[in-house]
Structure formats: C-alpha cells, structure tokens
C-alpha cells in the first residue's frame, strides 16, 4: 500500500501543508484564480494572489475561505486538489492518502462536515478534523497532555479562536469573526476616510506590516509608508503618507473585541486552571499575532504574561504533523 499523511491548516489567508516525514511542504495564499468561460483553473496560491484586484474581465481571483469556514465549496476543492497533489497525494487506485486538517473552534456541524467533504473530494482516502486552538498548543510546543491549564490566543486571517486546555483537551473556548482580513479592511475604511484614497486589499495588508500597531503610543519613531491608490475626488492616482499612530486608530475597534474576547474566557475559567495561567501566562499564534503591540495590549489588559510563539504561522501546521504522528503511526 502506497500513501502519504498531511496537515492541512485550511486558513482564509494561507494554506499551509505538513507531510509526515518531510515537514512543511507548502505555504500559500488561499486564492484560486478561474477563467469563467471555460470554469477552468488558472492559477492557486501566490500566483493567484498576485491577480487580485488586476484581472480582465472573463478571469476572476477567489478566495473561497471566508472567517475560517468554505464560503465556495467547489473552488476550495479545486484549491485541496491542487495543493495535495502538489504535496505527493496520487490518485491511484491503491495510493491512499490520509489527512488532518484543522477547523476553528465553535463551527457548527454542516460547516465541519463541508470542509471533511471537500477534502476527501479532493483526493483523501481517510480525515481527521481538529480544532485550530488545539493544534496551535501542540505546535508552540505546550504540554496539555498534564492537568495544568494551558491558554492558546490563535490570530488567523479570518477568526481569532480563544481557548484554554488541560487533559489533551480544551475547557472553555471562544471564536470571534476577527482576524487579519478585518485588519485590512478596517484600513482601508480609515484612509478612504480620512485621506479620500481608495486602495485595495493587497495594498492594506502591505500598510498593516509596514506600520500597523495595536497600542496607543504606536511603534518606535512612528514609522510611515507612502500608500498609493485611486484619488476619490478626481478619480486619479494619488500618493499619501500613512503613519503608526493612524493605523492604530484604524485598528482599535477590532483589537478592542479581541482583548474583550480574552476577557471573556478568563471569566470562564475554572478557578484551579486560573491559577495556572497566572502562572505560565497566554501564548499567541497566528499570523494576527504579528501585529506590532498586541501582545503589550493583552498583557496590559489582563495583568498577565503574554508571550507571541516562535514561528507563530506555522504553530497550527506544525500541530497537525503532531496529531499525523499519532493517529497514522
């Protein structure tokens, strides 16, 4: 019997693939570009990102991942197609390929099932479905096989998955419909009002790298960035300059709810399990959590430590490659 074992961490922003064996085979945008004449594919991942907002009118660049769930299922099916195969998965007959792929917390039982469906309509002959939060602990490298608690804040591009576990599993968890889209939107909304520019999402996030900050007083020295797009006035191209300071008050409505998010499970948590997070304190993961300050914010906000994990993208891959470990021995 011939087969490979995958982890999929099925993100709106990125697809990430772990091969069992080998490690992180891929790392792309979550973006499929379509010739709607013909319904065929012309491009997935970076290649396609690079299309969006930049397409004639018969091609169209889709992300079929909307806040952690298949917003088009027969697009994100092509998008597995496509990235297994590109990891080694075969459509042979006797070539069988098992997979686990991550789902946010809270989903409900349709949205579960769409993404198991879509993945083995893609090529797998067997799936196992994981939480993100979950997966993100495995991957920091936590220990929450043991009693003590154990809290996990995962930024992704389009939820932002709260949870606290202990005993291999998690205790109380919260998803919030926040990520790194809303980011960008809510930067875009901000120079669309205050500058009059009308710029697009690929444009937005290059701002939110660049100088995005989740706390008051900004990043060091206030760093800028020229930003370009359409005039709304007199429909030319326009340059303006953008700075840390405004891209905070671009941020902190979203940045608000996710501190309130982790308000909120703290509340809810046990009071011996507590005591332990007081202890170890909150790791984040995530690319959200690369946001400048976020971690100051939360620690600020709750009193407790707050550490921001190394390779925070790929912690819910590496997660996956960990449950392949031991479920596909």
């Given at each position: 019997?011939?087969?490979i074992d995958l982890g999929i961490d099925l993100g709106t922003a990125s697809v990430l693939v772990y091969a069992k064996g080998?490690?992180?085979?891929?790392?792309e945008p979550s973006v499929v570009a379509i010739?709607?004449?013909?319904?065929k594919r012309i491009a997935v991942g970076e290649e396609a990102r690079m299309m969006l907002g930049r397409t004639p009118g018969n091609i169209v660049a889709i992300r079929p991942m909307k806040e952690g769930v298949i917003a088009d299922f027969q697009t994100t099916q092509i998008m597995?197609?496509?990235f297994i195969e590109k990891a080694g998965g075969k459509r042979?007959?006797?070539f069988r390929t098992r997979v686990v792929v991550c789902i946010p917390s809270g989903v409900t039982e349709v949205e579960e099932r769409a993404v198991?469906?879509?993945v083995y309509q893609a090529g797998a002959k067997k799936v196992i479905v994981i939480e993100e939060t979950y997966a993100a602990a495995l991957g920091a490298g936590l220990d929450i096989s043991g009693p003590e608690a154990n809290m996990v804040v995962d930024i992704g591009g389009g939820t932002t998955d709260i949870a606290v576990l202990s005993l291999d599993g998690i205790v109380c968890k919260r998803r919030l419909r926040i990520g790194?889209?809303?980011f960008d939107e809510a930067i875009t909304r901000f120079i669309r009002r205050r500058h009059n520019l009308l710029i697009g999402e690929r444009t937005a996030e290059a701002i939110k790298i660049a100088v995005g900050s989740a706390i008051r007083e900004g990043r060091p020295d206030n760093p800028s960035i020229d930003v370009r797009g359409r005039d709304l006035v007199t429909g030319f191209p326009k340059a303006v300059v953008v700075n840390s300071q405004e891209c905070f008050t671009a941020l902190e409505e979203y940045v608000e709810v996710i501190v309130g998010g982790v308000k909120e499970v703290l509340e809810r948590t046990p009071p011996e399990l507590s005591a332990d997070i007081l202890h170890k304190g909150i790791v984040m993961t995530g690319g959200g959590s690369l946001v400048h300050g976020i971690d100051i914010r939360i620690s600020r906000e709750t009193g407790l430590s707050v550490i921001v994990a190394e390779d925070s993208m790929s912690c819910v891959v590496l997660g996956t490659g960990k449950v392949l470990e031991r479920s596909f021995k």
């Open positions: 019997m011939f087969g080998k490690g992180i085979e891929m790392h010739n709607e004449n013909n319904n597995l197609k496509y042979w007959p006797f198991k469906q879509a790194g889209d809303k």
